[in-house]
């Protein structure tokens, strides 16, 4: 264990904060709120709201990154920066693997919303006779 | 805003009532009876010992690695137990329920077990073994062993280390009590979709698994950060990276994948609870939600946790091998980066877990050969024992046993797990006994790898060796039983049986299924010999005290300090110059060097604040299983003030003064199984002398 001191203010990281948390949580619940409000309000097509979406949790993310977790290329802060490279594999195969089995996925199995219709009558002329 | 729930339900009691309690279930009767029993035996035994004081001050609100790990691995031995009477009740039933003329017992129309309870039995034994009983174990052993191996005092957060401690133990307790309070979930381990959802699965047991898992999500991604932070700057002087004992770095890789997947589960379950809560539509059919956004946000999890369970047990191996070879481990480089190399290639190989699952011939070839990928890195680490064990001077101790044997499964299992890489053949076996017999391979190569490390390092953390002699009995029963389960159930799978079947429509497969009862009998027996093996080491414990080194061929940095470990670790932070530090000093004639002076020591604080946070989190999940609404408030509330009052507490550590280290020293050295020295220190830990 670093001797280190107990009172949280005489931190570095949090005198040169300044009051960049308070704009990190303010910021971050206007965008939640900002989400929240175009989905329950159907704003848009789904493809147009998916894409309003990941935008949004893009700029959420920055916002992090910058105003909580400090992050900057000054000359203490940049190998913190640069341990986002973890990022890129990660986001390559979860969201870029997960999107392409899920374009895979709809071509084979989402195919209700044109031949269900013409074939509901059909199937209920069965049934029925 | 809240979804609507159909039967009772009160302000003050939530859904919970008098006909929740199982009273006329003989079964949970008799569990809950034993249950009670043991505790009235526990309690009093304490009392009669007089050890309420010890209890509170030296376990229940300590900071110590060593015993938050000790702490960690009982909750996961307790938790194994119960995982292991599911596995009986389930193999039991299997064989009493075959064919249409099997006899019904307990209103059960075949066997003894309805398929309600069948279902939560199975559900009950995955959540249990993987989350709170191999993730437990594992989890407790690196707590122990890490900070040692790089010469640390503790770990980089001791408090958070606690607190992770107590959320695990909450999650394990929540599992306990829907024995007793409700029910369990019966929508498998992995929740199949969309039987976990509220229309179909209307009662608590969901809720049940669902907060469980949370809690004990949550308690591991603090563990792994706590252990990052600890690997990356607690390091001794000279610790280099190219110095770090290997199964530091198996901790590192399995930690990286914790921090970077556990978050995963976290949020995938919190989606689960708001369509069960407040009636979001992630996970259902239609309104905008998608079954398969659930399969695939778990298992990529999922597929890592395998991983995370499977690094640590590669790391124990790694540290036997060359101690029982006499030659340091082959290939040290190549090991570090088929660690990072699991760890790296875990991302990318989850969609495996749902081959079957309509995805794109393309997507299933891609998953195909990244999940055959593992088995390059995997290969070189066998490669390497192989080398390792090549013309060295092999003694089978009872640790090298367990090693040994668990190589055997590395191989069954990874040959088997190489037969489901391939999409085309997982078409065949998906959802059959030969994966159930796969998967258990693996598990049981990291059961393996436990018992060889919990023999390994026994005398290092309670100063005597485990007695060898039923210690050997319990390896051959246990290898025993094993092979008498499994060999049936691959070629049960292998005839196309079924997973998680209450009845057996096919009399030809009741042989094979009484010769898995057989095997689980043995199983049962060879845990007669492993408490047989713990008494009397115990009872022999001054026979068989354990000096420094108590193997005599160590190699690492734990080895350096005494048996039992004090709580302060090393007098004096050791210098390291070797890899293989302590065979380094050895070889040097330097191993019994005194230091010249000693320094003070900087130490952690006791507190009982993660106890409660702990205890506040089991009261907070009882509340949302069983919709309590003031009790979630109330919890709630506490959770987030303890917290805020904690951040003000500025008396968190102490300094042990040199003189006083020098005198603890000085007692440990020349009284070997002497008294009891840190009684008169402030806010001393007795450093485990008298063995328990």
């Known amino acids: 264990m670093t001797h280190t001191t107990d009172n949280a203010w005489q931190h570095p990281e949090v005198q040169l904060a300044g009051g960049g948390y308070v704009v990190a949580y303010v910021v971050g619940l206007a965008l939640m709120g900002l989400a929240l409000w175009l989905v329950r309000g159907h704003v848009g097509s789904p493809l147009d709201l998916g894409i309003a979406m990941a935008a949004i949790a893009a700029v959420a993310a920055i916002v992090q990154c910058v105003l909580l977790l400090h992050m900057n290329i000054s000359e203490t802060q940049i190998w913190h920066t640069v341990a986002l490279v973890l990022f890129i594999p990660l986001f390559i195969l979860a969201l870029g693997l997960s999107s392409w089995m899920f374009h895979g996925l709809y071509r084979r199995t989402m195919m209700m919303t044109v031949p269900h219709a013409a074939a509901a009558p059909t199937q209920a002329a069965k049934t029925g006779g | 805003?809240?979804?609507?729930?159909?039967?009772?339900?009160?302000?003050?009691?939530?859904?919970?009532?008098?006909?929740?309690?199982?009273?006329?279930?003989?079964?949970?009767?008799?569990?809950?009876?034993?249950?009670?029993?043991?505790?009235?035996?526990?309690?009093?035994?304490?009392?009669?010992?007089?050890?309420?004081?010890?209890?509170?001050?030296?376990?229940?609100?300590?900071?110590?690695?060593?015993?938050?790990?000790?702490?960690?691995?009982?909750?996961?031995l307790v938790m194994l137990f119960r995982g292991f009477i599911d596995a009986v009740m389930m193999r039991t039933q299997q064989a009493l329920a075959v064919g249409p003329h099997s006899p019904g017992y307990l209103n059960s129309l075949h066997g003894y077990l309805t398929p309600y309870h069948f279902g939560q039995i199975y559900t009950a034994h995955g959540t249990i073994m993987i989350l709170f009983a191999a993730t437990p174990l594992l989890v407790g052993i690196m707590n122990i062993l890490v900070p040692l191996q790089i010469g640390a005092r503790d770990m980089a957060y001791p408090y958070l280390n606690a607190v992770s401690l107590w959320l695990t133990a909450?999650?394990?307790?929540?599992?306990?009590?829907?024995?007793?309070?409700?029910?369990?979930?019966?929508?498998?381990?992995?929740?199949?979709?969309?039987?976990?959802?509220?229309?179909?699965?209307?009662?608590?047991?969901?809720?049940?698994?669902?907060?469980?898992?949370?809690?004990?999500?949550?308690?591991?991604?603090?563990?792994?950060?706590?252990?990052?932070?600890?690997?990356?700057?607690?390091?001794?002087?000279?610790?280099?990276?190219?110095?770090?004992?290997?199964?530091?770095?198996?901790?590192?890789?399995?930690?990286?994948?914790?921090?970077?997947?556990f978050p995963v589960l976290s949020v995938t379950l919190a989606l689960l609870a708001l369509d069960r809560y407040v009636g979001t539509h992630f996970y259902t059919a239609g309104l905008g939600g998608n079954l398969m956004l659930y399969n695939d946000l778990f298992w990529i999890w999922g597929h890592p946790e395998v991983y995370f369970v499977i690094l640590p047990a590669f790391g124990m191996i790694s540290e036997i091998?060359?101690?029982?070879?006499?030659?340091?481990?082959?290939?040290?480089?190549?090991?570090?980066?088929?660690?990072?190399?699991?760890?790296?290639?875990?991302?990318?190989?989850?969609?495996?877990?749902?081959?079957?699952?309509?995805?794109?011939?393309?997507?299933?070839?891609?998953?195909?050969?990244?999940?055959?990928?593992?088995?390059?890195?995997?290969?070189?680490?066998?490669?390497n024992w192989a080398f390792t064990m090549f013309r060295g001077r092999l003694r089978f101790e009872l640790p090298m046993m367990w090693a040994v044997a668990a190589l055997f499964f590395l191989l069954v299992g990874g040959l088997t797990g190489m037969m489901n890489a391939f999409a085309t053949n997982d078409y065949m076996v998906h959802n059959s006994v030969f994966v159930v017999a796969h998967f258990h391979m693996m598990l049981l190569l990291i059961v393996y790898a436990i018992f060889g490390g919990v023999n390994y390092w026994f005398p290092k953390v309670f100063g005597f060796r485990l007695e060898q002699r039923f210690g050997k009995w319990f390896f051959w029963l246990f290898t025993a039983g094993t092979a008498t389960v499994f060999i049936p159930m691959f070629a049960l799978g292998f005839m196309g049986m079924t997973r998680r079947l209450d009845y057996v429509p096919f009399p030809q497969w009741g042989p094979f299924l009484d010769a898995e009862v057989v095997g689980i009998a043995i199983y049962v027996l060879s845990a007669v010999f492993?408490?047989?093996?713990?008494?009397?080491?115990?009872?022999?414990?001054?026979a068989n005290r354990a000096g420094l080194d108590a193997w005599e061929t160590s190699r690492s940095l734990e080895w350096m300090t005494h048996s039992p470990v004090p709580f302060y670790n090393f007098a004096v932070t050791p210098q390291v110059h070797a890899r293989d530090e302590r065979a380094w000093r050895v070889e040097h004639g330097v191993d019994g060097l005194r230091p010249e002076r000693y320094e003070d020591i900087h130490m952690p604080r006791n507190t009982a604040v993660p106890l409660w946070l702990g205890a506040l989190s089991f009261g907070l999940a009882f509340g949302l299983v069983w919709r309590i609404w003031w009790l979630v408030e109330v919890c709630s509330a506490a959770i987030l003030a303890l917290i805020v009052i904690r951040s003000f507490d500025h008396d968190t550590d102490y300094t042990i003064p040199a003189k006083d280290v020098e005198r603890m020293e000085r007692a440990i050295r020349d009284v070997p199984s002497g008294r009891r020295v840190s009684g008169d220190l402030p806010d001393g830990v007795p450093a485990l002398r008298e063995g328990l």
């Open chain 2, 1 to 76: 805003m809240l979804v609507h729930i159909d039967g009772p339900w009160s302000p003050l009691l939530g859904r919970l009532a008098l006909s929740e309690i199982p009273y006329t279930n003989p079964i949970l009767v008799g569990t809950f009876i034993f249950a009670s029993l043991l505790a009235v035996v526990l309690v009093g035994l304490v009392s009669y010992l007089g050890l309420w004081r010890t209890l509170w001050r030296d376990w229940l609100t300590s900071v110590d690695h060593k015993k938050i790990g000790i702490m960690y691995i009982l909750i996961g």
């Open chain 2, 321 to 383: 091998i060359p101690t029982f070879s006499e030659k340091p481990l082959f290939g040290y480089l190549g090991m570090v980066l088929a660690s990072l190399g699991i760890a790296g290639v875990s991302w990318g190989v989850w969609l495996h877990h749902f081959f079957t699952m309509a995805a794109a011939p393309a997507v299933n070839a891609f998953f195909s050969i990244t999940t055959m990928a593992v088995g390059i890195p995997t290969g070189v680490k066998v490669f």
């Open chain 2, 170 to 261: 909450a999650g394990a307790a929540l599992v306990m009590a829907s024995l007793f309070v409700g029910n369990f979930a019966h929508a498998g381990w992995f929740g199949i979709v969309p039987v976990m959802e509220l229309p179909y699965s209307p009662g608590v047991g969901v809720d049940y698994w669902m907060w469980a898992f949370q809690l004990s999500s949550i308690g591991t991604t603090l563990g792994g950060i706590n252990l990052l932070a600890t690997i990356v700057k607690m390091r001794a002087p000279g610790m280099t990276w190219g110095r770090l004992p290997i199964f530091t770095w198996a901790s590192l890789s399995a930690n990286l994948i914790s921090l970077t997947t």
């Open chain 2, 530 to 542: 492993l408490v047989a093996q713990l008494y009397v080491s115990f009872r022999d414990r001054a």
